[in-house]
């Protein structure tokens, strides 16, 4: 039987588990490189297998793919949510999707990251002295700044935490947000104007949807001031991607830290990675040693439960 593990781009899930446990039988192949977004190349080169682990997110499973792959028996996504499978398609071929736990806090950390170096300026500092320099940028202080938290989840309450313990002011909008959760967290509800007119630095904690896409584009970016900054760890669509170019450009804000994109990986001549002022990571502020450990873990449990006929954290079951 054929295991696959895709998108395993630092060499990092075979270390990460036990694999062996699961016996001869089981033939492990790893794609440590994205297969890329042609459907014709992603179901030639995954034929083989009856079980995919798989990223979540990385590589998407709609229909028209599963439908395309007669031996595929497992899916294992890391995560107990992965919105690029089409989980009723895979219900309808008997094939069940089994997750894995995920750590609540590696995003927030990696959030607070981008929104340091945007103001300390680290990342270009230390492009300077690489290159022989000394003392190129002007760094700022965050203490008396406003952080801007833009949905109030999890993630959001932890980043709002991270920004009163430097002594900002944090204030949070979403659609559905209340007085009652702001309260709780110790922040000051605001509306969307407010939010963005009034942060330094607005931070993106939402999830991805219909009412979601797109809602930071020009006229919202119009709003923030020259010397602001906005960081984005959730989902690339969320912001308007060639706004937020534009914006970065012309100077409406002072720059960006993005760890996610509309396509990801982001392609090698994406107009973002020529910017200056764009801080960049390629979609890992959840991926930290801790996590492969639990995830890959989990992973291998869930393929040695499906054996055994009782698999677990079966996403697709019937309601």
Same mark, same amino acid.
């Given at each position: 039987?054929?295991?696959?593990?895709?998108?395993?781009?630092?060499?990092?899930?075979?270390?990460?588990?036990?694999?062996?446990?699961? =016996?001869?039988?089981?033939?492990?192949?790893?794609?440590?490189?994205?297969? %890329?977004?042609?459907? *014709?190349?992603?179901? !030639?080169?995954?034929?083989?297998?009856?079980? $995919?682990?798989?990223?979540?997110?990385? @590589?998407?499973?709609?229909?028209?793919?599963?439908?395309?792959?007669?031996?595929?028996?497992?899916?294992?996504?890391? =995560?107990?949510?992965?919105?690029?499978?089409?989980?009723?398609?895979?219900?309808?071929?008997?094939?069940?999707?089994?997750?894995? /736990?995920?750590?609540? &806090?590696?995003?927030?950390?990696?959030?607070?990251?981008?929104?340091?170096? $945007?103001?300390?300026?680290?990342?270009?500092?230390?492009?300077?002295?690489?290159? /022989?320099?000394?003392?190129?940028?002007?760094?700022?202080?965050?203490?008396?700044?406003?952080?801007?938290?833009?949905?109030?989840?999890?993630?959001?309450?932890?980043?709002?935490?991270?920004?009163?313990?430097?002594?900002?002011?944090?204030?949070?909008?979403?659609?559905?947000? +209340? !007085? @009652?959760?702001?309260?709780? #967290?110790? #922040?000051?509800?605001?509306?969307?104007?407010?939010?963005?007119? !009034?942060?330094?630095?607005?931070?993106?904690?939402?999830?991805?949807?219909?009412? +979601?896409? =797109?809602?930071?584009?020009?006229?919202?970016?119009?709003?923030?001031?020259?010397?602001?900054?906005?960081?984005?760890?959730?989902?690339?669509?969320?912001? *308007?991607?060639?706004?937020?170019?534009?914006?970065?450009?012309? %100077?409406?804000?002072?720059?960006? =830290?993005? *760890? #996610?994109?509309?396509? !990801?990986?982001?392609?090698?001549?994406?107009?973002?990675?020529?910017? *200056?002022?764009?801080?960049?990571?390629?979609? +890992? /502020? &959840? #991926?930290?040693?801790?996590?492969?450990?639990?995830? &890959?873990?989990?992973?291998?449990?869930?393929?040695?439960?499906?054996?055994?006929?009782?698999?677990?954290?079966?996403?697709?079951?019937?309601?």
């Amino acid at each position: 039987m054929k295991l696959a593990i895709l998108d395993d781009y630092q060499k990092a899930a075979l270390a990460s588990a036990d694999w062996s446990s699961l =016996g001869p039988e089981i033939d492990i192949s790893v794609f440590d490189s994205h297969l %890329g977004h042609d459907e *014709d190349a992603v179901a !030639e080169a995954l034929a083989p297998f009856e079980i $995919l682990v798989v990223m979540r997110e990385r @590589t998407p499973f709609p229909r028209s793919l599963i439908e395309r792959l007669p031996r595929l028996k497992l899916l294992v996504t890391t =995560g107990m949510r992965n919105l690029a499978i089409d989980m009723a398609a895979a219900r309808e071929r008997g094939i069940p999707v089994c997750g894995t /736990g995920m750590l609540p &806090y590696p995003a927030a950390e990696h959030a607070m990251a981008l929104i340091l170096d $945007l103001f300390k300026k680290i990342s270009r500092e230390t492009r300077a002295m690489h290159e /022989g320099g000394w003392q190129d940028q002007i760094s700022e202080g965050l203490n008396g700044k406003t952080l801007g938290i833009l949905g109030l989840g999890k993630l959001g309450e932890r980043v709002a935490r991270f920004g009163q313990a430097l002594e900002m002011t944090v204030v949070a909008w979403s659609r559905n947000l +209340t !007085e @009652t959760r702001c309260r709780e #967290v110790g #922040v000051r509800l605001v509306d969307k104007e407010t939010l963005l007119r !009034e942060a330094d630095v607005l931070s993106i904690h939402l999830v991805l949807s219909d009412r +979601t896409r =797109g809602l930071i584009g020009p006229g919202e970016l119009a709003l923030m001031k020259p010397t602001a900054y906005l960081v984005n760890t959730s989902r690339g669509p969320i912001v *308007d991607e060639a706004a937020l170019i534009d914006a970065l450009r012309s %100077g409406t804000i002072a720059g960006a =830290g993005l *760890d #996610v994109y509309d396509v !990801e990986p982001l392609p090698g001549d994406h107009p973002l990675r020529a910017l *200056d002022n764009a801080v960049l990571t390629g979609h +890992t /502020g &959840y #991926v930290i040693r801790e996590l492969y450990e639990l995830v &890959y873990g989990e992973a291998l449990e869930a393929v040695a439960a499906w054996r055994a006929g009782a698999p677990v954290r079966v996403l697709n079951a019937e309601a």
